[in-house]
């Protein structure tokens, strides 16, 4: 790995961000997963929780305990989470295969009806998630490393991040945001350099954003 430009060649001689330092696993969801993108809600509901459990954590943490998480939360469906009871939070804070924090457990079960009352509104969570995407004058000319870590969070991630607290939204601050949009392919930031980076954006140029079903939506667009 060059710790300068944030790059790690394996032993497939492949290079790629240096992220995932090679770990079977963790490459696997760099060269597979990171930053396609990702129009079911319910994988959309499923990254955005689990980028808030990772809050504090480290996200190999988090994609260890990622079935053990899919099945504690019925697949992060979330009309059935969000019929979650307080007997639940209880039943899932002895689950040791998750995070057993009361706080993201609690903020699981409340997004899940946020997210109900988003799909009422936008008429599905990527209708709305994806109306935000950054005009290309918003992205850096260059995706290298020194941008990633001087820009935790963006303008885009900060104004997400302040309409979904101001629909209830728990856990959600902009580093959280962030995270959630490059995850799920809103942004691409593989790095220049590494082999996903053309992938993905191939991925993207093929992509059809989800467009709104709830005509009120479109009125209030420039308000979002």
């Keep these: ?31 597979h997963e ?7 809600d319910r994988r959309l509901f499923e990254k955005i929780c689990l980028e808030g459990f990772q809050s504090g ?5 988090i ?8 099945e504690a939360f019925e697949g992060f469906d979330f009309d059935k989470v969000a019929r979650f009871t307080d007997a639940d939070v209880e039943r899932l804070l002895t689950n040791a295969g998750i995070i057993r924090h009361r706080g993201k457990i609690v903020s699981t079960i409340n997004n899940a009806k946020r997210a ?33 870590r001087a820009n935790p969070t963006t303008a885009v991630s900060t104004r997400i991040s302040k309409e979904l607290k101001k629909r209830g939204w728990t856990f959600v601050g902009p580093t959280t945001v962030y995270a959630f949009m490059q995850a799920m392919g809103m942004v691409n930031d593989h790095i220049e ?20 079903s709830v005509s009120v939506f479109h009125g209030n667009a420039e308000t979002l």
């Design 57 to 61: 954590l480290s996200w190999l943490t």
């Design 193 to 212: 350099g590494c082999f996903c980076r053309s992938e993905v954006e191939a991925e993207r140029a093929r992509l059809t954003r989800p467009a709104s």
């Design 116 to 148: 109900q009352e988003l799909v009422k509104e936008a008429g599905s969570l990527a209708a709305w998630f994806w109306k935000f995407e950054p005009e290309p004058d918003q992205r850096p000319e260059v995706v290298d490393i020194a941008h990633l």
């Design 34 to 40: 990171w930053g396609r993108p990702v129009t079911s």
């Design 63 to 70: 994609l260890r305990k990622r079935e053990a998480f899919r």
């Design 1 to 31: 790995m060059n710790d300068n430009n944030g790059l790690i060649t394996g032993a497939d001689g492949i290079t790629r961000c240096a992220w995932h330092g090679n770990l079977p696993d963790y490459q696997h969801y760099h060269d």
